[in-house]
């Protein structure tokens, strides 16, 4: 069963959510919140799987909300899915530079939603590798070539070469393609690295790659 909060400063959009929620036999509402202090205060109180946050809203916004859940040393198996009526380019950062694991519009379809949360809890990022890899590129900028992160002396050779693709852009598959593996031995070495570097997502790992210089923003 996987446990969703619902974070939204309309009652009339939180119920819709509820009800399409509710249809599921895998996922259970464990609770609301109509602003970011009441979402920070429900998540410490819930320990949901996924928070479902606004963007827009009165007292506590939802990008400093999410910030400050994905910064709880208590949260940490807790994942944010930012929902947004408008799909700006400094929203999507914001959220990602927060700690969030994906960004949806509002607009999307109840099974597109469904399987965004299924995906979430299941650690993915719910940004499509490529637009990950060109936001994370644009916003962070360029690092130092061989910017040490004494992390990466724990990864294999094999593991720094996934990281690396990962950084790139490419998808599972075609990383199993790139390094001749199957894409279960792709999974194997993702999840090795996600526990190694003590990231929560892919969207973490895309940074930690451009950290510490595995990959360069296109000129």
Known sequence: MTRVLLVDDQPLLRRSLAMIIDKEPLLDVVGEAADGAQAVARARATRPDVVLMDVRMPHLDGLEATRRICADPALTATRVLVLSMFELDEYVYEALHAGASGFLLKDARPADLIDAI????AGESLFAPAILTRLVAHYVGAPRPGRPVPALRALTAREIDVLTLIGGGLSNDEIATALVISVKTVKT???????KLAARDRAQLVITAFNAGLVRPAP
């Open 189 to 195: 070495h993702i999840t090795h690295l996600l526990a």
């Open 118 to 121: 299924h995906r979430t809890h």
